[in-house]
């Protein structure tokens, strides 16, 4: 029976390693009296690892010749695996569990469960006795077995059941788990000397390096995947959570740093990767099938929404983008066979809808970009909401539809229409006046946006870019419906008209939503560096409640504090102490005026001296950038 | 010379604000660490630990998810949680095995004709370049139903699931061979490697294990 493995890399390149167990070929039977599994597969004092080249043996799988046919599946026999000197069997301490290839590949580590030493062999040892056809003899499936001793680099005394390893990126430097010992230990397989142990909580198996298993280990953290938590954290009833242990291998001892519950079934290993070599989309090209990274053949565009009917098939090309899916209602029949195709339209970062068809059993998460199907039978009448199921944005709740199933065969009679009180020609026109400005409003608010961003070259930073780039598709969106407002207006239809104004509204708020994010984020790219005084100013500011009236750049239910410093004469002096006792200050006219105009006072906030001399430094860096606000 | 006093007053009054606050510094502190019980290292282990908002994580762990199925992704040194991947079992909330695509890949990973909707993964791999981690994708082994899976890195997603025709179960997967030309999966117990009936007195004989190695294409996922 085999067990863990691992492929050779470097000197090694070519070469696998695998370990097994059950040499014995023991088959058990406590219900016939025979001793269990776990006496039998263990009497041995060694098991074997197999040494295999898989260079060879994947070109000997390309002959006919060489290979035979199970469940379609060529495999090897061992005769001929053995025959081109493409594996080998070398004993190694008995039940091992992890085998760990160095990452100069020239030395592998073997660890028996049974067994507290670590076994170090070296590959150029190995390599020179296959050259040599040096065996010992042969396992009873005529596999040449290399000798233990000859093979070895050699052994250590780590601790009781010791199981995996990991590489750090100093020379020799290796981690081994101890399971028994509840231990992680350092040491170095090239001197064969313990350096240090640590103890973890409790009963460690694998463990995790930083690229610890690769050819460029980076050191700095070892992870403890521990198999038992007991005490570590809030107890949550008889099932605990396993608790991952984060160390810190940085100096010359090791120092546990944190723990970490996991609490969805039994990790076994973990591998780490530098952040900085992942680079994941955050989008999909429109109508993308994420499954096979093609062009999904349900991808439906703005404009290409349809319902198409043949014969019991129901075919739906929806898209979804806030705050709506298109349709919005879906009426089959009873029986009908019914696909949904889904087209995400979003581009936005993060804008991700959710659609289910209530009491279906079906669930889709798309993301901007994606196209995915959901298929069912409409095999119960009645009417069931679809919706969005990711929060998406203010309008979220109204994201949804309806899905009707009629049953063909019954005559359904329509209920008496309640009558809802209509609006005079008078009202419609007046509410159609108010949405209309409210419009032209918002439009100034997203014009002075945009110019802004021009202003300071916005297209220099990638992430703005990005963003104003989403804007865009929001705000391109209104023509349409501003063409459909001014033809119902025209129709007389006022009612539409208002309905398409209000349309146009929510695409621009969406806009202003992005656009303003895009501002914020161009003002962090252009604008001085904060002193740490500063800095802290800014936060006092905000945790003092002095936000709460005065908006930078903007008159609020305060004045505007840009150049505040520049108002009066000694100005720093003067702002510090109206913070430390604005009632002092009252009387004097310029203050006056000001509490005669904003209907407020300055409150004492209590702000120690230091909170007040750090938000002067932030009024200092404000007027510094005072054109960006 | 009343102006001078004044002056004098005020440089007085800065110097003992600069004093008080660097105090009161200190005393925050000690007060978080009386009220919670830290000394002086668990200060230090959690400042090396500690995101402050929008700050990245150094590494990314890809951790198995044991018997959810699943592959668990989290950060270091935060230690904080960042995805679970569905993999050889049903993930709602990303939709997987409940859309008609991710059941398409659900469905690669029957054994027989038989659904399996749950996997027990052992071991993830990363893909190599040289040896060292290209962060392309991630392929994990499900130990109870011999079968690997293929995660693409570029959107966390699973791409593929492979089920080994002859192993009965596996455990010794999935190891990238260093410029990702082979995944190796080796079996667990041994077992026959045809589907048919075979007497506990032939396991000399009939009961094999074996090493598998999975051609594996860098550019696509097909293995």
């Known amino acids: ?629 | 010379m009343k102006s001078i006093n004044t002056f004098t007053t005020l440089c007085v009054a800065g110097a003992i604000a600069a004093t008080t606050s660097y105090a009161s510094g200190g005393s925050a502190l000690q007060k978080v660490m009386k009220d919670r019980g830290l000394n002086e290292k668990d200060v230090i282990r959690a400042a090396k630990t500690y995101n402050p908002s929008g700050v990245h994580d150094k590494y990314v762990v890809f951790s198995s998810g044991g018997q959810s199925g699943q592959v668990i992704v989290y950060g270091v040194p935060s230690m904080r949680l960042l995805k679970y991947i569905g993999v050889f079992t049903p993930e709602p909330w990303q939709g997987y095995g409940y859309d008609e695509e991710s059941k398409a890949v659900l469905a690669q990973g029957r054994i027989r004709g038989k659904d399996i909707t749950w996997g027990d993964t052992h071991h993830p791999g990363l893909s190599e370049t040289d040896g060292k981690y290209d962060g392309k994708w991630l392929a994990i082994n499900d130990k109870a139903n011999p079968r690997i899976a293929i995660i693409d890195l570029h959107d966390f997603e699973t791409k593929q699931i492979v089920v080994n025709p002859v192993f009965k179960s596996e455990h010794g997967g999935s190891f990238f061979t260093p410029n990702s030309e082979y995944i190796i999966e080796a079996a667990q117990y041994a077992a026959p490697f045809d589907n048919e009936y075979h007497s506990i007195e032939d396991y000399k004989e009939t009961f094999r294990g074996g090493v598998t190695l999975w051609k594996f294409d860098h550019k696509k996922v097909v293995l």
């Open chain 1, 1 to 629: 029976m085999q067990d863990l493995s691992d492929a050779g890399k470097g000197y090694s390149n070519g070469w696998g390693f695998t370990n097994s167990f059950n040499t014995e070929m023991y088959t058990g039977g406590i219900e016939e009296g025979l001793p269990p599994n776990e006496a039998g597969m263990s009497r041995n004092d060694t098991d074997f690892m197999h040494v295999y080249n898989w260079k060879k043996l994947a070109e000997l799988a390309k002959n006919k010749k060489n290979y035979k046919l199970v469940n379609g599946h060529k495999v090897i026999p061992i005769s001929v695996a053995v025959a081109n000197d493409a594996l080998f069997l070398i004993p190694e301490p008995k039940s091992p569990h992890g085998v760990d290839v160095s990452p100069d590949g020239k030395y592998i580590t073997v660890c028996g469960k049974l067994d507290t030493h670590a076994s170090v062999y070296s590959m150029e040892k190995i390599k020179a006795l296959i050259k040599k056809k040096d065996y010992l003899g042969k396992d009873p499936y005529g596999i040449n077995i290399l000798d233990m001793k000859k093979a070895l680099h050699g052994q250590v005394e780590l601790g009781l059941g010791p199981l995996h390893n990991q590489y750090s990126n100093v020379d020799g430097e290796i981690y081994t788990s101890l399971y028994v010992d509840s231990q992680v230990v350092k040491w170095n397989y090239k001197t064969l000397k313990v350096i240090d142990k640590i103890n973890v909580h409790y009963n460690i198996g694998h463990l995790c390096g930083m690229e610890g298993k690769s050819a460029d280990p980076q050191g700095d953290y070892i992870i403890a995947l521990n198999k038992l938590t007991i005490d570590r954290f809030v107890q949550v009833g008889p099932l605990h959570p396993q608790n991952h242990q984060l160390i810190d291998i940085s100096g010359k001892k090791m120092d546990m740093l944190v723990d970490m519950p996991l609490p969805l079934g039994e990790p076994h290993q973990a591998v780490a990767i530098r952040t900085s070599k992942l680079h994941t989309a955050v989008r999909y090209k429109m109508g993308t099938n994420t499954k096979t990274g093609k062009t999904h053949k349900g991808k439906t565009l703005a404009g290409q929404e349809r319902i198409e009917r043949k014969g019991n098939q129901v075919t739906v090309y929806a898209t979804l983008v806030r705050s709506h899916i298109n349709p919005e209602r879906i009426t089959v029949n009873l029986g009908d066979e019914v696909t949904i195709y889904m087209t995400n339209l979003e581009r936005a970062q993060d804008e991700t809808h959710g659609f289910t068809v209530d009491n279906y059993n079906v669930h889709a998460s798309l993301e901007p970009g994606e196209t995915s199907t959901v298929k069912f039978v409409a095999d119960r009448e009645g009417v069931f909401p679809y919706y969005c199921t990711e929060f998406c944005s203010a309008l979220h709740l109204e994201m949804m539809g309806y899905l009707m199933v009629k049953d063909p065969n019954k005559k359904y009679v329509s209920a008496t229409k309640l009558k809802m009180k209509t609006m005079t020609k008078a009202e419609l026109q007046a509410e159609y006046d108010k949405v209309v400005a409210v419009n032209a409003a918002t439009d100034a608010v997203i014009q002075s946006v945009v110019a802004f961003l021009k202003a300071n070259g916005f297209d220099k930073y990638p992430d703005v870019a990005n963003l104003v780039t989403d804007a865009f598709d929001q705000y391109g969106q209104i023509p349409a419906q501003k063409k459909k407002a001014d033809a119902a207006k025209k129709a007389g239809d006022m009612e539409k008209a208002i309905l398409f104004e209000g349309m146009i509204w929510q695409y621009m708020v969406k806009t202003a939503d992005v656009g303003i994010r895009a501002k914020d984020n161009l003002v962090k790219h252009i604008s001085t560096k904060q002193s740490a005084a500063a800095a802290r100013g800014d936060i006092a500011f905000d945790e003092g409640g002095c936000s709460g009236c005065h908006v930078v750049g903007k008159v609020s239910s305060g004045p505007d504090l840009t150049g505040v410093l520049g108002r009066h004469e000694n100005g720093e002096k003067w702002v510090a102490e109206f913070i430390k006792h604005p009632e002092k200050k009252f009387n004097e006219p310029y203050v006056k005026a000001m509490i005669d105009y904003f209907k407020l006072r300055m409150p004492n906030q209590h702000m120690s001296d230091a909170e007040i001399k750090d938000i002067v430094e932030y009024f200092k860096w404000i007027d510094e950038n005072a054109n960006l606000f």
